[in-house]
């Protein structure tokens, strides 16, 4: 008994020096993982264990790590601090010890399975503060000689006990050193960022700070464009150069600049706001997006940045903060860049739009010497610009042009333009017949700049131009003129055709009368025509109250199928403001119908030798005039042919409506109906009614008629106004009755026009 004692006081007396050396031990490491290393190594030695790992838990994640694994890896590891021993003792507090670990279900073999160890028998003891809060979790693998016992057990506990204190103020102090180094490194970041002035530059230098900052695959930084309500960006970190656009209250992102509010989805297609069909283009999966609004010192939203699957889960709260820091801090040189790139376009444009001026342009500073003179300018006095260029007003316009010098004198004097006729210049032995117009430069302030002269170059191939290009496209007029009779002849051509018609014209003459008719079509024709010329489409001809236009003739654009896209949602657009002046007025609506084609057409010169007119014809404008007339049976406003739609670089909110035969016709044509004029008010739930009805027309293709009104019945609750549903109900309801042929696919026969 006095032995047993006596033995007994030894293993008190080992156990106590045991744990004051612990405490010593872990004292004199500086870092985390020196004291976890040794913290494993000496438990794992003292209870006899073949193998040791400390937890640690990670409240930010919610995970259980461990930087050291004693044995053959010594890698980092992380678990869910609910799942296998360890988070069983951790979630518990509970210290438990398994004889068989395959016989335990709360055991996860993955690890073993990975690493070919064989896992038998676990020790797990929860590691707690002096305080009593668990903090991790110790466990021991394997006793070499004999089972785990409870002796082992109290030991384990009173080690990890004796060290959590140490472990807990150096975890608080990693963690400080970690969060100071971010701030560095965010500050740094900030600074990188924010000296850079060009746009595109710093959009790309954001993207990419914000993507490698919060560890993600993708991130976009769209800026509000006031003028258009669409929140664009230039570059997007892992998109490449390209320029997106999109409408600003639409999608995750038009939901953040519209409400101001940080969105951070873990799950993108579980949200309604998300919209998959930029990742159906790109082949791109997201998974989990964070959006914050930009938002400049005023408190003006101006833009949102928005970022994309964040490796390792979901973004957290932390990444949140991070964020709006970052986009708060670069918010300023964000709108220093916008405006600069802003002064840059303007500058551009007013640069190109001199270069791209038929007329000269010269512009004289406030000591009367030669600023500027435009491509046109030269070209007109068969000058160099060396021979213009910072010359004086008064030796450049002398002798035949004294003239000028003196109207230049009398303009700066009285800051009243002057416009002179059909007058003469002399450039040596070139003469010009020109209208001069004189004007004077003023800056916002009315502080004098110069003078600005414009030459209108009037001499007989001008003259020619100028009446040409009111009865027909310019461009088609410069060809015409540059080459002679070579464009004269019949060409075949791609290019896309439009048809537009006024709905109920008719009824609409019988009540205006003669003159009030002719006054609507030229007020229409006017807004309709700037739209088309606005995309660079040539105008045809006007046939009653339709419009026949082109793309892609008599220049060729290589986007042509999108310039017709936009030019007749422009029109409809524009039909819709001119009919809200209308409507004020007391006067009727107007509505109309557009169909697009693409297709070899032929062009050229027709007629007789006292009468030609330049125009179109094939199959293919046959067809874009019946698809205009098919606006009528589909309720649309805009259709396309499937040659156009295949054609298209940009992205439009479409669906197909069917697969017609037309009139004259053998083979079936796919119809698909632009949708993009359409505002939240014309069209509600617009996504998921377009998803809806393809449902729907899918069904009705497979004859599964029932199935198939179902669909067009939802698509009529998410959008009452969807008339085409109501339509495709009845030919459903048809189809029951009279059943189609065997080889039916779908494909539906017009009988007219």
């Known amino acids: 008994m006095k032995k047993d004692n006596h033995l007994d006081k030894e293993i008190r007396l080992y156990q106590a020096e045991l744990l004051l050396n612990v405490a010593q031990t872990m004292a004199t490491y500086e870092t985390l993982d020196e004291m976890l290393a040794v913290l494993v190594e000496i438990?794992?030695?003292?209870?006899?264990?073949?193998?040791?790992?400390?937890?640690?838990?990670?409240?930010?994640?919610?995970?259980?790590?461990?930087?050291?694994?004693?044995?053959?890896?010594?890698?980092?590891?992380?678990?869910?601090?609910?799942s296998g021993i360890a988070g069983h003792v951790f979630t518990t507090g509970e210290s438990i010890i398994v004889h068989d670990a395959y016989a335990d279900e709360r055991f996860n073999r993955s690890v073993d399975e990975k690493t070919g160890y064989n896992t038998k028998s676990i020790l797990c003891v929860p590691i707690r503060t002096m305080k009593g809060e668990v903090i991790g979790a110790a466990q021991m693998l394997n006793k070499k000689r004999g089972r785990f016992t409870r002796e082992d057990m109290g030991l384990l506990q009173s080690m990890t006990t004796q060290a959590?204190?140490?472990?807990?103020?150096?975890?608080?102090?990693?963690?400080m050193r970690k969060f100071r180094a971010k701030e560095m490194e965010f500050f740094d970041l900030v600074s990188n960022v924010t000296a850079e002035i060009d746009l595109g530059s710093l959009l790309a230098k954001v993207m990419s700070e914000a993507t490698r900052m919060l560890n993600a695959e993708r991130s976009t930084l769209f800026?509000?464009?006031?003028?258009?309500?669409?929140?664009?960006?230039?570059?997007?970190?892992?998109?490449?150069?390209?320029?997106?656009?999109?409408?600003?209250h639409l999608g995750i992102a038009g939901a953040v600049f519209q409400s101001g509010e940080t969105i951070n989805i873990p799950y993108a297609y579980a949200d309604l706001r998300f919209n998959p069909a930029f990742d159906r283009k790109t082949g791109f999966f997201t998974r989990s997006i964070l959006c914050v609004p930009v938002v400049n010192k005023s408190g003006k939203i101006i833009g949102v940045t928005q970022v994309l699957n964040k490796r390792g889960g979901p973004f957290s709260r932390e990444d949140e903060s991070r964020l709006r820091a970052f986009t708060a801090q670069v918010s300023i040189a964000l709108e220093n860049a916008k405006l600069f790139d802003d002064i840059?376009?303007?500058?551009?444009?007013?640069?190109?739009?001199?270069?791209s001026m038929s007329n000269g342009v010269?512009?004289?500073?406030?000591?009367?010497?030669?600023?500027?003179?435009?491509?046109?300018?030269?070209?007109?006095?068969?000058?160099?610009?060396?021979?213009?260029?910072?010359?004086?007003?008064?030796?450049?316009?002398?002798?035949?042009?004294?003239?000028?010098?003196?109207?230049?004198?009398?303009?700066?004097?009285?800051?009243n333009p002057d416009l002179t006729m059909d007058a003469e210049l002399c450039f040596g032995t070139n003469k010009v017949a020109a209208n001069v117009t004189i004007m004077p430069l003023t800056s916002v302030e009315k502080r004098k700049l110069g003078v600005m002269i414009i030459i209108d170059d009037i001499s007989a191939e001008k003259r020619v131009k100028s009446t040409m290009s009111r009865y027909m496209d310019p461009g088609l007029a410069d060809q015409l003129l540059d080459r002679g009779e070579d464009i004269l002849g019949g060409k075949s051509t791609r290019a896309t055709i439009l048809f537009s018609d006024i709905r109920q014209?008719?009824?609409l003459t019988e009540e205006l009368g003669a003159q009030g008719t002719v006054s609507l079509l030229n007020e229409y024709f006017t807004i309709m025509v700037e739209c088309i010329q606005r995309e660079g489409g040539m105008l045809d001809k006007f046939i009653g109250d339709a419009i026949m236009a082109a793309f892609g003739i008599p220049i060729s654009h290589g986007d042509d199928e999108d310039r017709a896209v936009r030019a007749a949602i422009a029109m409809i657009d524009a039909l819709e403001n001119w009919n809200r002046e209308r409507l004020s007025q007391g006067k009727q609506p107007v509505k109309m119908g557009l169909g697009l084609n693409t297709d070899v057409i032929v062009s050229g010169n027709i007629g007789s030798p006292k009468r030609m007119d330049y125009t179109l014809i094939g199959?293919?404008?046959?067809?874009?005039?019946?698809?205009e007339s098919l606006c009528k049976r589909y309720h649309a406003q805009i259709l396309i042919s499937e040659n156009t739609y295949k054609r298209l670089r940009g992205t439009y909110r479409i669906r197909q409506v069917d697969s017609v035969v037309v009139k004259g016709k053998t083979e079936p044509v796919a119809v698909y109906e632009v949708l993009d004029y359409h505002t939240p008010e014309t069209f509600p739930n617009l996504m998921d009614a377009v998803s809806q009805f393809q449902d729907g027309l899918r069904k009705y293709r497979q004859r599964h008629w029932d199935r198939a009104i179902m669909s067009f019945r939802k698509t009529?609750?998410?959008?009452?106004?969807?008339d085409i549903c109501r339509m495709y109900i009845e030919r459903c309801e048809l189809l029951k009755v009279n059943p189609p042929v065997d080889a039916w696919d779908g494909v539906w026969i017009m009988d007219s026009k």
């Open 362 to 415: 010269i512009t004289l500073n406030e000591e009367g010497r030669i600023v500027t003179c435009n491509a046109a300018g030269l070209r007109i006095m068969q000058l160099e610009a060396q021979d213009v260029l910072d010359r004086s007003v008064a030796d450049f316009f002398s002798k035949g042009n004294a003239w000028m010098h003196e109207k230049i004198i009398r303009v700066e004097e009285t800051r």
């Open 223 to 248: 800026l509000n464009d006031e003028k258009r309500n669409e929140l664009f960006s230039k570059v997007g970190e892992g998109l490449g150069a390209m320029e997106i656009r999109l409408p600003n």
């Open 505 to 507: 014209f008719t009824t």
């Open 716 to 722: 009529l609750e998410l959008n009452p106004t969807d």
């Open 164 to 175: 959590a204190i140490t472990l807990q103020s150096i975890g608080i102090v990693e963690k």
């Open 619 to 627: 199959d293919g404008v046959n067809l874009a005039s019946r698809l």
């Open 344 to 355: 840059q376009n303007m500058k551009n444009y007013n640069e190109g739009m001199l270069e």
């Open 43 to 82: 438990t794992t030695r003292e209870i006899k264990a073949d193998r040791g790992t400390i937890f640690l838990n990670d409240p930010e994640t919610g995970e259980l790590y461990s930087r050291i694994a004693q044995g053959n890896f010594q890698r980092e590891i992380r678990i869910i601090n609910n």
